[in-house]
């Protein structure tokens, strides 16, 4: 029984010397701040301030700090988000918005699949048999498909198996951006306009905490990676990749396309409005909108691969505070990624190869959401500290009374 008291004294000393080689700046073991299990509900204060809350908080956990990489980080958006130590994972939705490319229709080879297939993926998002319907719902978030300018009739699609349809067409598709401005203003503002509806229903209607933002559109890596050029200054060596498996014929040919479509907009302003007007595409434009909406709402954006990106890149540009609301799902396959993570500063969490788009790796990324939240009901060092002396203490009082029994 001695021997059990001095490893449970060696335990403790050793927790304290292990957290003081890992720790960042002064011990937290006196720290004011509450346990997460004891502060509930959302509190004032400013998004910097709570985000220092929730590093000193994790920085004072039984772990070396930074020890859980990303996840950390995903916890400290989290609460200062949502302005707590006891932040939500969910209820979470997953915003499609689809639409077609006049790009694709002006040069087939961009992409290997025709334009109409836009609209079977979104008939097949709305009856919830898609790859990111599937996996929405195995993730346990709500889905919603927007039509915000697909080439073909879809009017009579409706949702089924849960998922709400949005009609909120504004064109049959894009223009050609190198022959003309991809979108006009009124295109381009109604397609933001849309976004902002989309998150803000899902927000207040839904109660969504966590809104999940992806696309599709057939020949939209081209445009994204046109436009990422554009806010970004990189090549199109540098941005195009093979997106839904061109090969090295149809590789060029998007590079062309890209090359001629800057050298069209070269006197447009470098601006990111003009820019998205003259390059983006109307899904994306829609995205951007949604992700100026969602700080209004208290909401968390998990950003989906590269297009999706590409968006959340021209929304930062356009107002730099979103950025601090986004998490970013997936390390997208796409050449332009690199650019993309430089760009926006980010690390996405899973690096699986995907190229899906749909918003795929945003509901993959779903769980890891809950884990960051998770994160913050975990022992805090002091405490578990706090156990080990007890327990030693309770060791040593046993074998005192032991050696006095032996002693009578």
Excluded at 71 to 80: D, F, I, K, M, Q
Excluded at 144 to 152: L, P, Q
């Amino acid at each position: 029984m001695l021997h059990c008291a001095a490893a449970a004294s060696v335990v403790a000393c050793a927790l304290h010397w292990w957290w003081s080689r890992h720790r960042r700046g002064p011990p937290f073991l006196s720290s004011p701040l509450r346990s997460p299990r004891t502060t509930a509900g959302h509190s004032a204060g400013g998004f910097e301030m709570w985000a220092g809350h929730a590093r000193a908080e994790l920085d004072a956990k039984a772990k070396p700090v930074g020890s859980l990489g990303t996840l950390e980080e995903w916890a400290v958006t989290l609460c200062a988000v949502q302005r707590t130590l006891s932040p939500k994972a969910g209820p979470a939705s997953l915003m499609v918005f689809c639409a077609d490319h006049g790009l694709k229709q002006a040069h087939a080879g961009v992409s290997p699949y025709p334009h109409d297939v836009t609209a079977h993926i979104f008939r097949a998002l709305a009856e919830g048999s898609a790859a990111a319907a599937v996996l929405a719902e195995m993730c346990g978030a709500h889905l919603t498909v927007c039509d915000v300018g697909i080439a073909s009739d879809v009017r009579r699609v409706v949702g089924s198996n849960g998922v709400r349809v949005c009609h909120e067409k504004i064109a049959h598709g894009s223009r050609d951006l190198v022959a003309h401005e991809a979108l006009d203003d009124k295109m381009l503002d109604l397609a933001l306009r849309a976004g902002k509806r989309v998150a803000a229903y899902e927000a207040l209607t839904r109660g969504a905490l966590i809104l999940c933002v992806g696309e599709v559109g057939i020949g939209n890596t081209t445009t994204a990676a046109a436009l990422l050029c554009a806010l970004s200054g990189a090549s199109p060596s540098e941005c195009v990749g093979r997106g839904t498996g061109v090969d090295d014929v149809g590789l060029e040919l998007k590079r062309e396309v890209v090359r001629m479509a800057l050298s069209r907009h070269a006197a447009v302003e470098k601006e990111p409005r003009a820019l998205l007007a003259a390059l983006g595409g109307l899904e994306i434009a829609a995205m951007v909108g949604a992700y100026l909406e969602a700080p209004k709402h208290g909401c968390v954006v998990l950003v989906d691969g590269f297009i999706a990106s590409v968006a959340a890149l021209a929304a930062v540009q356009m107002e730099p505070t979103c950025r601090r609301h986004m998490l970013f799902a997936t390390r997208s396959a796409e050449r332009g990624m690199q650019i993309l993570s430089t760009a926006l500063n980010v690390r996405p969490a899973l690096d699986m190869g995907l190229r899906l788009g749909e918003g795929s790796g945003a509901a993959l990324a779903l769980p890891l959401v809950r884990a960051a939240a998770a994160l913050m009901g975990m022992a805090r060092l002091d405490e578990v500290l706090a156990a080990g002396s007890k327990a030693a203490s309770g060791v040593q009082f046993e074998e005192l009374e032991e050696v006095q029994d032996c002693m009578i």
